[in-house]
């Protein structure tokens, strides 16, 4: 038997902290490699899969979470037991469909943020490197207002939100209500961000994963 068929390919090892790669099996990094985020012991094709699914979830509900805020303020546009006017609703449409748009948007800048670390540690000070330091430090320095924007998108959102799934729970007794209400926002905001971002990252594993097991053969 082999020395490559004594142990099986650690596809998503990290080249650093990771005994495989420093030949090291115990002290610091053997309980390093125990992390779940430092090595996962999974074939690319499980992460493809989860990967995969979680990613068209998150899209998916980024763009029913607009639909949500679509709705939520054509309600306020037009409330219940006024008389709607035809002519008003072709811009009324475009104005529920910039505001929806925007602040979901907002969100996504929220979560795929640029940082200095990003900036340190991926743009070297090669020749063409340095043309991309410079673009990203002009980016950078919007940060504030990125967030800024950020946080009224999450504001706006959870009014939209609130007022859809309010729709839906009329009649209902109040700890139901908010009870529904809290279940739905939080199933909403977590898949459409924290999901989604995490779902490409398994992806991206995936890949990773593939380059590695040909760059091994």
């Given at each position: 038997?082999?020395?490559?068929?004594?142990?099986?390919?650690?596809?998503?090892?990290?080249?650093?902290?990771?005994?495989a790669?420093?030949?090291?099996?115990?002290?610091?990094?053997?309980?390093?490699?125990?992390?779940?985020?430092?090595?996962?012991?999974?074939?690319?094709?499980?992460?493809?899969?989860?990967?995969?699914?979680?990613?068209?979830?998150?899209?998916?509900?980024?763009v029913?979470?607009?639909v949500?805020?679509?709705?939520?303020?054509?309600?306020?546009?037009?409330?219940?037991?006024?008389?709607?006017?035809?002519?008003?609703?072709?811009?009324?449409?475009?104005?529920?469909?910039?505001?929806?748009?925007?602040?979901?948007?907002?969100?996504?800048?929220l979560?795929?943020?640029?940082?200095?670390a990003?900036?340190?540690?991926?743009v070297?000070?090669?020749?063409?490197?340095r043309?991309?330091?410079?673009?990203?430090?002009?980016?950078?320095?919007?940060?504030?207002?990125?967030?800024?924007w950020?946080?009224?998108?999450?504001?706006?959102?959870?009014?939209?939100?609130?007022?859809?799934?309010?729709?839906y729970?009329?009649?209902?007794?109040?700890?139901?209500?908010?009870?529904?209400?809290?279940?739905?926002a939080v199933?909403?905001?977590?898949?459409?961000?924290?999901?989604?971002?995490?779902?490409?990252?398994?992806?991206?594993?995936?890949?990773?994963?593939?380059?590695r097991?040909m760059?091994?053969?």
């Amino acid at each position: 038997m082999t020395a490559q068929q004594q142990a099986p390919k650690d596809y998503t090892q990290r080249f650093k902290g990771s005994s495989a790669a420093t030949g090291q099996s115990s002290g610091k990094n053997s309980m390093a490699d125990k992390l779940p985020d430092q090595t996962v012991h999974l074939p690319p094709i499980a992460l493809f899969a989860l990967g995969g699914v979680g990613s068209v979830a998150g899209l998916l509900t980024n763009v029913w979470q607009m639909v949500t805020t679509f709705v939520a303020f054509w309600v306020l546009f037009s409330p219940k037991g006024r008389a709607i006017d035809f002519q008003k609703q072709p811009v009324l449409i475009i104005i529920c469909v910039m505001i929806s748009f925007s602040f979901q948007l907002a969100l996504a800048f929220l979560v795929f943020r640029l940082d200095h670390a990003w900036k340190r540690n991926k743009v070297e000070t090669e020749h063409s490197g340095r043309a991309a330091r410079a673009a990203v430090v002009e980016v950078v320095q919007q940060t504030d207002l990125i967030l800024l924007w950020s946080l009224l998108g999450f504001v706006v959102d959870t009014v939209g939100d609130y007022t859809f799934i309010s729709l839906y729970t009329a009649g209902t007794d109040t700890g139901t209500a908010i009870f529904l209400i809290f279940i739905y926002a939080v199933a909403l905001y977590a898949l459409s961000t924290i999901g989604f971002v995490r779902s490409l990252e398994y992806v991206w594993s995936g890949f990773a994963g593939v380059a590695r097991q040909m760059a091994t053969k």
